[in-house]
């Protein structure tokens, strides 16, 4: 009598769900994980068949796959490598894995079924399925920008052939010719170094987090799972940013950046500015906006803007630690607007000040994260386009101020 009550207890407090059923279908015994995850009382569930928890269009077949397997009762696994549901009380399906089992009672045949919902499972094979998808279409732009990097050495090449023919007797332009072909040439070679370089990496974090993920198939091993997810999200984030600054380079580069300006709502685009960036703020870092004008009607190109401002605030992001503020200053008085862009990171130190706005260049105290050297130059650029400055305060250790003044018009 006393083995007949642990056995009673082991029953109903496994932690997986288990049925029982009679070989017509009908539900004799369940456990209470059976009766929470199907949402029906222990007293419903012995008064309903199986048919009664399995989606309308399984439904149907299900009564020839109970009878084979009372033809065959051999212990087998269902659910695994393919898509098996089961429906709750209110009707909502969800995936699940089965293992059916039986025994004897008084020479009746009984089915024991131990079911498995394995809904954060397939959830997190989606995202791992996204995510693969992201870091394959970068590898494809990749691809493409390396080519159109190709294309273009070729052409000035062909065009460097017929200026040399032109103009072999103007020694000077000829020189100019050269050295302009060898910074192009220096270019690619830093581009392909860096991109190699800066993907590796990231790539080799994905693919080992991908197959690590696969070998955490219980649910007791659920914060493991997370955990990788978050590490493959976080990777994609920084292989999209690389590849954005490869992609500005070149089209600052080709000289297809122009400066449009419109009529733009300044207070409201930085609100907006803000939303935006909050989604890449470490733990406990906030941005906060100092807007100090009565105007908030102005005519500027705001995507040129908008395409500086992210790579200083993202900078400021990445630099600095968790629980760190980072303040959008706002001035506009006689006819310049003013940004200033305050953080509490690491700085720069004095020595690599002179040298920040230098394509592919990066401070000492940077070289251990993450980053292409390009971003500096590449708000440098922008700002130029705009007609205006850009100038910075920094020290190690305490933090930076970049500023930027822009002629407006009103």
């Not at 050495?153 to 040399?164: C, D, K, Q």
């Not at 968790?322 to 006819?335: Q, R, S």
């Amino acid at each position: 009598m006393e083995n007949l009550e642990i056995y009673k207890s082991i029953f109903n407090f496994c932690a997986e769900s288990i049925l029982v059923s009679d070989k017509f279908g009908n539900i004799v015994l369940i456990n209470n994980k059976a009766s929470l995850l199907f949402g029906y009382s222990i007293d419903e569930m012995t008064k309903i068949k199986i048919e009664d928890l399995i989606p309308m269009r399984f439904k149907g077949k299900h009564p020839e796959l109970r009878e084979s397997f009372i033809e065959n009762p051999v212990p087998r696994s269902m659910g695994v490598g393919r898509n098996l549901f089961a429906k709750k009380k209110n009707g909502v399906e969800f995936p699940v894995e089965l293992s059916l089992s039986h025994f004897k009672d008084e020479n009746e045949i009984l089915i024991m079924s131990f079911i498995i919902d394995i809904s954060e499972r397939v959830s997190q094979e989606k995202d791992v399925t996204e995510s693969h998808l992201e870091v394959l279409n970068l590898s494809i732009e990749m691809a493409k920008l390396n080519s159109r990097l190709e294309t273009r050495v070729e052409e000035r090449t062909e065009e460097l052939a017929i200026a040399v023919k032109k103009l072999a007797e103007n020694k000077k332009e000829l020189i100019l010719l050269l050295e302009k072909e060898k910074g192009l040439n220096e270019l690619k070679s830093r581009f392909v170094t860096t991109a190699s370089h800066e993907f590796r990496t990231p790539l080799a974090t994905i693919l080992t987090s991908i197959s690590l993920l696969g070998k955490y198939k219980r649910e007791d091993e659920q914060e493991n799972r997370e955990r990788h997810i978050n590490r493959i999200k976080s990777t994609v984030v920084n292989l999209t940013q690389i590849l954005s600054d490869f992609l500005s380079i070149d089209k600052l580069e080709e000289g297809h950046v122009k400066n449009n300006p419109s009529e733009m709502n300044l207070k409201t685009f930085f609100e907006d500015l803000k939303e935006e960036m909050n989604t890449f703020l470490k733990f406990g870092q906030e941005i906060l906006i100092d807007y100090n004008s009565e105007i908030d009607i102005i005519f500027l190109d705001g995507h040129l803007l908008k395409n500086a401002l992210i790579n200083l605030v993202s900078n400021a992001i990445k630099y600095s630690n968790e629980e760190k503020k980072i303040t959008i200053k706002i001035d506009l008085n006689d006819g310049i607007l003013k940004i200033d862009v305050i953080d509490n990171g690491i700085g720069i130190p004095e020595e690599d000040q002179p040298y920040l706005f230098d394509r592919f260049y990066r401070a000492t105290n940077a070289v251990n994260i993450q980053g292409t050297g390009l971003g500096m130059s590449i708000v440098k650029r922008y700002v130029d386009i705009l007609n205006g400055t850009i100038d910075f305060i920094s020290e190690k250790d305490k933090g930076s101020t970049f500023t930027i003044e822009l002629p407006i018009l009103g």
